[in-house]
């Protein structure tokens, strides 16, 4: 009986612990804190579940093929049933099940229009707005920062100043893209109060990497956070983090090519 090197004893599980530390962290869509977020973890496991029955099948099938001497005519039937039923038939049922299952999700994770508070999130190079309305009813702006109760669904109008950006919290929800000209909706929710990491999910030109935002889950019950709750403009102002100001395209530095005439 062969065994194993020492070495390999310990090297496996050291792979396997820095494999799995992939799967945590404030980016991590395997950690979800919102209804959106977990339904595509859960899709997630599907996928694999789904995707490891196929794969063990085929490798199976393939392990008996390398290992079976030539068949006669007798074995023909054996063979077909093998190839159409469990090589057609089972792996048809599980795609079918996952795309099913998808399309389900999917449709849960649309937004509504049920009245939920909206927010609008406007993307720019590099960085992000938000737009809500205050205690007051007039609109609060932040560069950066997005505020929401925590435990409660709300809405995102997301949309694009320059060019096609995405936005992106993953522990809260699926991304949604920002496009010029045009109003995606996005509805999330976090479950606690908390900081949620975000970010454009986009490549959008080389300040892309600063492009990240954070989402700041209050409770409700508690006092608003500074920014919200200032009477003041002035301690409003003051209370706000500093302004994203859009950074130039060095592409945009260059002169415009001659229009094109089309006949």
């Known amino acids: 009986m062969l065994s194993r090197p020492r070495h390999l004893n310990r090297l496996v599980p050291a792979l396997a612990i820095g494999v799995l530390t992939g799967c945590g962290g404030p980016l991590s869509t395997l950690a979800p804190a919102g209804p959106a977020a977990r339904e595509i973890a859960f899709l997630w496991y599907v996928m694999l579940l789904g995707g490891t029955a196929i794969t063990v099948l085929v490798m199976g099938l393939?392990?008996?093929?390398?290992?079976?001497?030539?068949a006669d005519d007798s074995d023909a039937r054996a063979e077909r049933v093998w190839i159409h039923g469990w090589g057609l038939g089972f792996s048809a049922v599980v795609l079918t099940a996952l795309l099913a299952t998808g399309i389900v999700i999917g449709e849960r994770m649309l937004a509504r229009d049920d009245g939920a508070p909206r927010v609008q999130a406007i993307a720019m190079q590099w960085?992000?707005?938000?737009?809500?309305?205050?205690?007051?009813?007039?609109?609060?702006?932040?560069?950066?920062?997005?505020?929401?109760?925590?435990?409660?669904?709300?809405?995102?109008?997301?949309?694009?100043?320059?060019?096609i950006h995405s936005f992106w919290v993953p522990q809260l929800g699926g991304k949604m893209d920002a496009i010029p000209g045009r109003v995606n909706?996005?509805?999330?929710?976090?479950?606690?109060?908390?900081?949620?990491?975000?970010?454009?999910a986009e490549f959008c030109g080389i300040g892309h990497s600063d492009m990240r935002f954070e989402v700041v889950a209050y409770d409700p019950a508690a006092p608003l956070p500074p920014f919200l709750s200032a009477d003041d403009p002035q301690d409003a102002a003051a209370a706000q983090p500093d302004p994203v100001q859009p950074q130039p395209d060095p592409a945009s530095s260059q002169p415009d090519p001659a229009p094109e005439t089309t006949r």
Do not use: K, S
């Open 127 to 163: 960085g992000w707005q938000f737009a809500q309305p205050g205690p007051d009813g007039n609109p609060v702006t932040t560069d950066g920062i997005l505020y929401v109760p925590a435990g409660q669904d709300f809405e995102i109008a997301i949309e694009a100043r320059d060019v």
């Open 62 to 70: 393939i392990a008996m093929a390398l290992r079976r001497r030539p």
């Open 185 to 200: 909706l996005h509805r999330l929710r976090a479950d606690a109060p908390g900081r949620y990491e975000g970010l454009c």
